[in-house]
């Protein structure tokens, strides 16, 4: 290995930056020529590509975002896209490739391997935590500490005004920031896509809570939460709940930015050294992962076709403290 290109893709997380230094410096320490491609496989196909050294990735380790940018290419999902990807690969001299991504990416990154012989190795990188193969992904615990921080403050108000709050945070189709930040948040009750919900059993819930004398409530849904959108539910909830005034807040993108938690960026730093080290002994094709505290490996294959299970113990310490 002497040349090693690294690229951010899919939807930004908190920690991209210092998972993009860790590669750039764990290639410098192990004598290798980092190369960073901007604005993910869009800048491989357009050549956008540049040699980097250590100060490259200066000050960039407490910043949200990702400095090469992001893009979600639909080029690259042709052939042709990802030959034409190759070809400045090669032109470069790049003999590896780490993508740091979601399973989008990985697709990507599987397929280019395939095809053309690239040895590519993933990292996870997503707020969603929904990448098989790893306990936490880079950015999920900013997401969440973000989401837990809005929920606390959308509280303060609801208290004030006995006010419904149904708050929609994301996790595309996993429920996994909706669950953390629900407990957190003390949700009264938290809507998530991997569990069957229907608005009767929500009434029932919000009517318990308002026998139990509570006077306002947070429910938090998951964005892929199958009941229908949050505002449709919220509408529902309101007619059937006229003693409540319901409110609807969408968090959004807030949950995709702000400066990276200790836990992502020391998550970040110990995956990208991983990931150089994986291509350095010749081990592709994988991504780097961390399970109970200890680096692995899972085939991007299996990374992209299996799923994280919801913990069924969460779920009942969810059930039991919402009375
Ligand atoms: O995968 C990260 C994520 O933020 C999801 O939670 C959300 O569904 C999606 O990306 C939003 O994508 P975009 O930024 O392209 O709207």
Do not use: W
């Amino acid at each position: 290995m002497k040349k090693i290109g690294v690229l951010t893709s899919g939807g930004d997380a908190p920690g991209m930056n210092a998972a993009i230094r860790s590669v750039v410096r764990s290639c410098i320490y192990f004598g290798v020529q980092p190369v960073v491609i901007h604005e993910g496989y869009k800048g491989l196909i357009e050549n956008n590509l540049e040699e980097a050294n250590a100060r490259s990735v200066a000050n960039i380790i407490n910043q949200g975002g990702t400095f090469l940018k992001s893009a979600r290419c639909a080029e690259f999902r042709t052939p042709e896209g990802r030959a034409k990807a190759f070809e400045n690969a090669k032109a470069a001299g790049l003999d590896g490739l780490v993508v740091i991504g979601g399973d989008g990416s990985f697709t990507g990154a599987m397929l280019m391997e395939e095809e053309h012989g690239l040895p590519c190795v993933g990292v996870p990188g997503t707020i969603d935590n929904d990448i098989f193969g790893t306990d936490f992904t880079i950015g999920y615990d900013t997401a969440l500490n973000t989401a837990v921080e809005a929920i606390d403050k959308i509280r303060d108000t609801a208290t004030s005004h006995n006010r419904l709050f149904l708050i929609e945070v994301m996790g595309r189709d996993a429920g996994f920031i909706a669950l953390n930040s629900g407990i957190a948040a003390g949700a009264e009750e938290i809507l998530i896509p991997e569990e069957d919900h229907s608005v009767e059993k929500l009434m029932d819930c919000l009517e318990n809570s308002s026998r139990a004398g509570k006077t306002s409530s947070i429910v938090v849904v998951s964005e892929g939460e199958k009941i229908g959108g949050v505002v449709e539910l919220g509408r529902a909830v309101e007619e059937s709940f006229p003693e409540y005034e319901v409110k609807v807040t969408v968090l959004g993108h807030i949950q995709r930015g702000g400066k990276p938690t200790c836990a992502d960026r020391v998550l970040a730093s110990r995956l990208g050294v991983a990931a150089v080290e994986k291509l350095i002994e010749g081990v592709s094709g994988v991504m780097v992962g961390i399970r109970d505290q200890t680096v692995v490996t899972t085939p991007l294959k299996e990374a992209i076709s299996k799923h994280n299970a919801i913990d069924d113990v969460l779920l009942r310490v969810a059930d039991i403290v919402t009375v």
